[in-house]
């Protein structure tokens, strides 16, 4: 089955203490890409990736890190969580031709006391 | 950079009556408009979309229609259904995704 898969789905954490959240596609896309949904302002972008190895900031990216080793992963760092990172984590993948659909894992909901 | 405007923030509705959902956008250059459905606890999935070259496209009850003169485009939606009742954005991109911005959201009631 396609899909994109997201790891934790629900995280509560203390403020500095280091985590990751992992996001995984099994669709052979180029594309990848870090969301974050807040009330009231959708969904804003964190980073994003267009290959193995390249990946570039998007409009919110601050506090976050992100790496692209394989086309299929791209894990979303926190290096030092605070709590303004309290927040409903989506990732994302496309083609980066054709159609852009892009398809979204089910959402990792992070809590930072 | 490219901003997306969507109105209205709420929107509710009775069964069988249409809902229309309005975006604005900046960058003359976007060229891809999709709309995305997400329903309570769920991930975004795409419903529709459009591009620059075609100013209408329908499928069964849904429609979008695109303004390129005016940069709006918009999701209109007859005989809505309780099962309609979700969150809607659209976003906006050039021809690559890196710059697909996102509206912030309209959530939809059907009220049966």
């Known amino acids: 089955e396609a899909q994109v898969t997201q790891n934790p789905r629900y995280l509560i954490t203390v403020t500095g203490k280091k985590l990751t959240v992992t996001c995984s596609q099994n669709?052979?896309?180029?594309?990848m890409s870090w969301y974050r949904q807040d009330p009231g302002l959708g969904l804003r972008q964190i980073y994003y990736s267009m290959n193995v190895e390249v990946t570039d900031k998007g409009d919110v990216p601050e506090g976050y890190k992100v790496s692209r080793k394989e086309k299929r992963n791209f894990p979303l760092i926190l290096e030092s969580p605070s709590p303004n990172q309290t927040s409903l984590y989506f990732c994302a993948s496309s083609f980066l031709t054709g159609r852009n659909e892009q398809f979204f894992g089910p959402g990792t909901r992070l809590t930072v006391l | 950079g490219e901003n997306v405007e969507q109105h209205p923030s709420t929107l509710s509705v009775q069964e069988g009556d249409s809902a229309v959902i309005k975006c604005t956008y900046s960058d003359s250059a976007s060229n891809y408009f999709p709309w995305y459905k997400q329903e309570l606890g769920k991930r975004p999935q795409l419903i529709i979309d459009i591009r620059s070259n075609v100013g209408e496209k329908k499928d069964q009850r849904i429609a979008v229609t695109l303004n390129k003169t005016a940069k709006h485009f918009s999701l209109h939606i007859t005989e809505t259904q309780p099962e309609d009742s979700a969150v809607y954005f659209c976003?906006?991109?050039?021809?690559?995704?890196?710059?697909?911005?996102f509206g912030a959201g309209t959530r939809l009631t059907v009220k049966p």
């Open positions: 976003a906006a991109s050039r021809n690559n995704n890196n710059d697909m911005r």
């Open positions: 669709m052979n896309h180029e594309y």
